[in-house]
């Protein structure tokens, strides 16, 4: 098997130019598939961090009867006794903190003209302990403390369509938990831009308390749990789950990405992108591995030939060829990891930042990311091509005629 | 005729033909040849090209099947075999010498010779040693680890026939094996092969044009037109004081 082996090897430098060449056209596809792979594992992780640490957090427990039934008044199916729940989530492990958010929705005035808004109340700070950030277009965070006036964070576009600027003041009129009308006075402080126009457009925050004086309710919508690292979500979440069950209210845990409906279609996307230029670099390793394979076999007819008449058993014609091919396959896969990782390395620290995506309002930074899940993936991908490649000739090869092949010239 | 049925028989050629499809036709390159030969000969094929030696060496060789007609081999009938067993029975009991040498480029004279004993299976401390012997009498031991573009023509012609030899075949084919060489390295090739076919009995069955050769031949067969035009043969203890050639010359 050794010198088996030794021979495949050695064949494969024969022709040394063709061989560097099918060589770099095979790392050339290895170093393809990681550029584009890094970049959007990069894009993955950005989006996946920023919905996390935009607000979503690692996972959020909400009452059964939220997924159940539609809410028939503001906070039907909210969590009554939060605060307990909160304490008892609180002590899990890798658990960071928990912040209590209440979604509602009203009419927002500034005397001349009205919108609706798509309201969110939080505890700045258990917002602010957690890491959650904010993008201000100007202004300042919630202030949260008890007493003042209420403040109100609104998004850019509706500070534009309401042509309000931080210091302005605003009505919110809202539906209450008993289905009275409700209005209360707020002082925007900050106007956010949080890169989704579509969101800017209707977002309004006050904080938990004002908005439960708006609502007459003393519960909460949901509580949003953060943790010290992602990668122990499902940690967490096994060990959370549990904890709920002895509580009076039937409580669901959601883990972020089961909530995160943008990022899984996102992600849906791009891999399904990536798939279709992995398909695409299979086939052209493999036409032109095949063309390659093919001369190489043609010109070693005799020796094949040779072989074959000392009783070299057919399959092993077969095993050479399909050896030599995979070896070519694992030095070009070998040559584009590095190549690869040299070239996201220099990508890493050029500074280069893509336009912004499709209804974002900042540019994005092109860097990506070493995955070795991807690295190995693109590599048998190629090494898997270039065996492929190799059935037809190492078949025609295993198949000549001895006297034939011997008389080839 | 009797005394030639008590002999010990390594290759019977009973009425082969062979044709090979030409355009609309065929074209016959052996027509009903017969033959037989003994263990220890050592056998030239001689003729025109195109008189069908090359394809009566395939023919014995196994690596080409006649139209008609039965080859056995060492008492098998290869006309019965499938092609598994076919390349069994050219594994180990036949080594073949080609015109062109067709050493495997990338190999070195020590690993082309081992081939055969990789491909039989042949353990790696068996294989070392009988390399070793094979490489020994060919007397190239010195050249074991150069590679077949370091050698000369002659040399690599040793190296073929000490792979053709390795595996101790029964019978080794050599088809026009000084075709490539000059005088003098044909001479010591065929010299070579001659002691081989008396120090260990090896048979050799050899096409040839080359008059050098045949001087040195126990028996020439020749072909013309896919026919056996003559079959003379001699043993030494009837060429006492005549060389192989002259009597050989004689008899055709």
């Known amino acids: ?409 | 005729m009797n005394e030639l049925a008590a002999m010990p028989e390594l290759v019977r050629v009973e009425a082969v033909t062979r044709q090979f499809p030409m355009d609309h036709s065929f074209v016959r390159a052996l027509d009903e040849v017969s033959l037989r030969v003994s263990p220890g000969e050592f056998l030239a094929i001689a003729g025109p090209s195109g008189s069908g030696k090359s394809t009566l060496l395939n023919l014995i060789g196994c690596i080409d099947k006649p139209t008609s007609g039965k080859i056995i081999i060492d008492g098998v009938d290869t006309s019965r075999l499938n092609p598994s067993r076919m390349t069994a029975l050219r594994r180990e009991k036949i080594g073949f010498v080609f015109q062109t040498f067709n050493l495997i480029p990338v190999f070195t004279a020590a690993e082309n010779v081992e081939f055969p004993l990789l491909v039989q299976g042949v353990s790696a401390a068996e294989r070392r040693t009988r390399v070793a012997v094979a490489l020994e009498s060919v007397g190239l031991a010195a050249r074991a680890n150069h590679r077949p573009d370091l050698l000369s023509g002659g040399e690599r012609q040793r190296i073929a026939v000490a792979r053709a030899i390795v595996h101790h075949p029964a019978l080794v084919l050599a088809d026009e094996p000084t075709a490539n060489l000059d005088t003098h390295n044909a001479t010591q090739l065929i010299d070579l092969m001659h002691d081989l076919n008396r120090r260990l009995g090896l048979t050799f069955i050899f096409s040839t044009h080359d008059a050098r050769l045949l001087e040195h031949t126990d028996r020439i067969v020749r072909l013309c037109d896919g026919q056996i035009q003559s079959d003379a043969s001699t043993t030494p203890t009837r060429l006492e004081g005549a060389s192989h050639g002259q009597v050989l010359a004689a008899r055709l």
Request: proline share 3%; no cysteine.
């Open chain 1, 1 to 409: 098997m050794g010198k088996f082996l030794l021979l495949a090897f050695r064949n494969i430098f024969r022709n040394r130019r063709r061989t560097l060449m099918t060589l770099v056209m095979v790392g050339g596809g290895v170093t393809g598939l990681l550029m584009v792979g890094g970049f959007f594992a990069f894009m993955f992780w950005g989006l996946r961090e920023s919905t996390i640490n935009g607000g979503f957090g690692h996972m959020q427990i909400f009452t059964a009867d939220h997924f159940n039934r539609d809410e028939v008044r503001v906070l039907d199916t909210g969590i009554d006794n939060w605060r307990q729940v909160a304490a008892t989530v609180k002590t899990g492990e890798h658990v960071r903190g928990v912040a209590p958010r209440i979604d509602f929705y009203g009419m927002v005035s500034n005397g001349d003209k009205s919108s609706v808004f798509m309201g969110s109340a939080v505890e700045p700070s258990a917002e602010n302990s957690l890491g959650f950030t904010t993008r201000f277009a100007s202004g300042r965070d919630l202030d949260g403390k008890p007493g003042g006036e209420v403040e109100a964070l609104i998004g850019a576009g509706l500070a534009k369509s309401m042509n309000v600027k931080v210091g302005d003041g605003l009505t919110l009129l809202a539906m209450t938990s008993d289905g009275a009308l409700n209005g209360v006075d707020v002082q925007i402080v900050g106007i956010v831009n949080s890169g989704v126009a579509e969101m800017d457009a209707r977002s309004l925050r006050i904080t938990l308390s004002a908005a439960q004086r708006l609502l007459q309710s003393d519960r909460v919508t949901n509580l949003v749990v953060g943790l010290d690292k992602t990668e122990n979500t499902d940690q967490a979440a096994e060990e959370l789950a549990p904890r709920l069950h002895g509580l009076p209210q039937s409580l669901v845990l959601k883990k972020w990405i089961d909530l995160a409906t943008y990022y899984k279609q996102v992600r849906s996307l791009f891999s399904m992108i990536f798939i279709f230029l992995g398909v695409i670099v299979f086939f052209m390793v493999l036409m032109s591995s095949i063309n390659t394979l093919l001369m190489t076999m043609f010109e070693r007819t005799r020796e094949i030939g040779t072989m074959l008449a000392m009783g070299t058993p057919r399959g092993w014609i077969v095993a050479l060829f399909m050896l030599e091919a995979t070896l070519i396959g694992v030095l070009g896969a070998l040559g584009g990891v590095v190549a690869g990782n040299l070239l996201g390395f220099l990508l890493n620290h050029s500074g280069i930042h893509l336009p912004p995506p499709p209804g974002n309002t900042v540019p994005m930074s092109f860097k990506v990311l070493y995955e070795p899940a991807l690295m190995i993936g693109s590599s048998l991908l190629v090494i898997l091509s270039l065996a492929f490649a190799s059935i037809l000739p190492a078949i025609r090869a295993s198949r000549l005629q001895i006297a034939e092949a011997l008389a080839h010239v």
